[in-house]
């Protein structure tokens, strides 16, 4: 595809910068990221048409090109979600901001999620409990009606295990205030790192719930709000899947 030439306006550049990467992505065929930049860059040069008035025939033909690409895309991964064979993958950079929980799931936590598992090796020190009651928190505060949540994770190995084991007991028992029943297993061989709903969606992050930086302090910007917290460097994958539940 052919971009257009001779454009000066901040708006314009940043569309037609934004359209370039879609493109760059689509060729890629990583087609969620091309989808939504496809999107963002429509949005920014309709609105410099709609401002200025600028639309020459082939400026509003380009622009009608990428959204009949955009649809196309739309369709695609629609049909990928119910053939199954969805896989979205979303690189997380050293110290990057903007990851919080929230962004990564909220998207799959459809009103009709009622059972979650998570296997997660790393459910023991301190900070990673709290990482865990984060998440259970987001599960709590969503649209989904979550009433069963399965841990898989494995014992501490050193002098911490009473205190793994007390802040996860502490952990069910705030749960079932909510109605949601915490069930939780201990595997000395789990390695893989999984997020699965009983709609369907599996998550899989390579660093699983651990994936944000320590703060630098205890009142520093990003203790509290994890979208503000840098992150380690981690890759996740999404699928989706008929049979979330292994057998």
Known sequence: MEFFS?????????????????????VASRFQESLVCYQEGIDLLLQVVKGTGLGTHRYRQKI??????????????EKEKQDGKYHKQIRIEENATGFGYEKLFQEYLTEIV???WVEDPYIRQVHQLYNFLR????????????????????????????QQMSSLGEIKQSLSNYGITLNIDFSSSIHDREIRFNNGWIIKIGRGLDYFKKPQ???????????????????????????????
Do not use: N, W
Request: with cysteine.
């Open 6 to 26: 001779g454009i000066t306006q901040m708006d314009q550049r940043a569309g037609v910068e934004m359209v370039k990467r879609a493109v760059q992505l689509d």
């Open 64 to 77: 009608s090109e990428y959204m009949s690409r955009a649809e196309d895309i739309k369709k695609h991964i």
């Open 114 to 116: 009622s059972e979650v």
């Open 135 to 162: 998440f259970c928190e987001m599960l709590v505060k969503g649209p989904c009606k979550v009433k069963t949540i399965h841990l898989l994770t494995s014992y501490d190995q050193g002098g911490g295990r009473s």
């Open 217 to 247: 302090g205890h009142f520093s910007i990003g203790y509290c709000d994890f979208d503000l917290r840098p992150c380690h460097e981690t890759t996740v994958d999404v699928f989706h899947t008929k049979h979330t539940k292994k057998t």
